[in-house]
């Protein structure tokens, strides 16, 4: 049974993640690798020990305490999910020890429906402590007259519905400003057209929160450039996919990724051929605050 939790140290930070849900879906193609062949999928999963035609999407929020600050990033699919195995966030917080009204601050990377249904309960705010943190890109595209004219028309009226109540509480980032002294926003885009990433760095340590940069821990990153089916620019997504994990890679950072397998955190190793390995974190982090 997957735990519902993970809690690790990384310098003065609390990291906590939480498993909203876990979805079971045909694929990985064609929501994976669209532009290759079904038969190109089938043999990447068999070298990696993955069914053909089945894969597991797990959805992750992540906790930071840092300093006074209990910071959310994403809220998973909140009471919506309920009847689906999903919207369990609360509820798994609470078993880690924090009740929504302990959240100051909530980060959301970008505005899709499994990262912001969890904003409201009952039309109030979950998290009725909390003051909030998006893209400024990300934002000003939801709430534009082209997103509500385009084919995504449907996420951006749930924008208005469940982002937009909160505007006056909401701090619009570029790249490079700080959630918080310690936590950095940087552009990732492609996924969506705000979508960010978040690098904490607290006693010399650092970890990266990749969001949906790589959906997949085969699909996404051993082959970064095959295109994804929920990215709405594919090429700049790939482009995206490759500068952000080959930093991680080459500067061996830890990474939390929304969709990774849950607990959702490790490291990512370049590969000779091109791409990445998924490596899952086991006891680094433990060894490295033991020796502090």
């Known amino acids: 049974m997957i735990p519902g939790w993970q809690r690790l140290v990384l310098g003065e930070a609390r990291i906590t993640t939480v498993l909203d849900g876990a979805m079971h879906n045909d694929g990985p193609y064609p929501i994976f690798g669209k532009d290759r062949s079904q038969e190109e999928m089938a043999a990447l999963m068999r070298a990696n020990f993955l069914p053909e035609t089945r894969f597991?999407?797990?959805?992750?929020?992540?906790?930071?305490?840092?300093?006074?600050?209990?910071?959310?990033?994403?809220?998973?699919?909140?009471?919506?999910?309920?009847?689906?195995?999903?919207?369990?966030?609360?509820?798994?917080?609470?078993?880690?020890?924090?009740?929504?009204?302990a959240v100051t601050i909530v980060v959301l990377t970008h505005l899709h429906p499994d990262h912001i249904l969890g904003l409201m309960t009952g039309g109030a705010p979950t998290f009725p402590n909390a003051r909030y943190v998006t893209g400024k890109r990300e934002f000003a595209w939801w709430t534009s007259a082209e997103a509500k004219a385009s084919d995504r028309a449907e996420n951006a009226k749930m924008v208005d519905r469940i982002v937009v109540p909160?505007?006056?509480?909401?701090?619009?980032?570029?790249?490079?400003?700080?959630?918080?002294?310690?936590?950095?926003?940087?552009?990732?885009?492609?996924?969506?057209?705000?979508?960010?990433?978040?690098?904490?760095?607290s006693a010399g340590q650092r970890l990266v929160l990749t969001a949906d940069t790589a959906n997949h821990f085969v699909a996404s990153l051993q082959?970064?450039?095959?295109?994804?089916?929920?990215?709405?620019?594919?090429?700049?997504?790939?482009?995206?996919?490759?500068?952000?994990?080959?930093?991680?890679?080459?500067?061996?950072v830890p990474f939390i990724g929304y969709?990774?397998?849950?607990?959702?955190?490790?490291?990512?190793?370049?590969?000779?051929?091109?791409?990445?390995?998924?490596?899952?974190?086991?006891?680094q982090l433990a060894v490295a605050n033991a020796a502090n």
């Open 166 to 201: 909160l505007k006056d509480r909401m701090t619009l980032l570029d790249d490079g400003d700080q959630v918080v002294s310690g936590i950095t926003a940087h552009n990732a885009f492609g996924h969506t057209p705000g979508h960010m990433i978040f690098e904490l760095e």
């Open 56 to 101: 597991v999407n797990h959805f992750t929020p992540t906790l930071i305490a840092l300093d006074d600050n209990l910071i959310l990033f994403d809220t998973g699919f909140g009471e919506s999910g309920s009847d689906k195995g999903f919207g369990k966030l609360v509820a798994r917080m609470a078993d880690a020890g924090y009740g929504p009204e």
């Open 223 to 252: 082959k970064p450039d095959w295109q994804v089916r929920f990215d709405m620019d594919p090429q700049t997504a790939i482009a995206t996919r490759k500068r952000v994990f080959d930093q991680i890679a080459v500067e061996r």
């Open 259 to 283: 969709h990774m397998p849950f607990p959702a955190i490790g490291y990512a190793e370049k590969l000779e051929e091109g791409g990445y390995r998924f490596v899952p974190m086991s006891y």
